[in-house]
């Protein structure tokens, strides 16, 4: 497991889903809401790069990676 989390605002989320193309084993789109859905917070360790290319390419800016905080909370 990385000892990074994805973190999205859904205020500024657009629901263009561009982030769900480049990592779609972390975020998925409601179709009715037109927001991102992330499927899992913590981000697998062989996932993290992905999600890193997720969050730079969100024309939004709605999604960041945050360091998890502590261990085993
Ligand atoms: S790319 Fe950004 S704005 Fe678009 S659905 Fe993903 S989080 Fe929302």
Do not use: W, Y
């Amino acid at each position: 497991m990385s000892a990074m989390k994805v973190v999205a605002n859904l205020e500024i989320c657009q629901g263009h889903a561009r982030c769900a193309q480049i990592c779609p084993e972390l975020f998925t789109t409601d179709v009715e809401q037109g927001k991102v859905v992330l499927r899992q917070v913590q981000i697998p360790a062989d996932l993290e790069e992905q999600a890193r290319l997720a969050v730079a390419n969100c024309p939004e800016g709605a999604l960041r990676l945050a360091r998890n905080s502590g261990s085993g909370s």
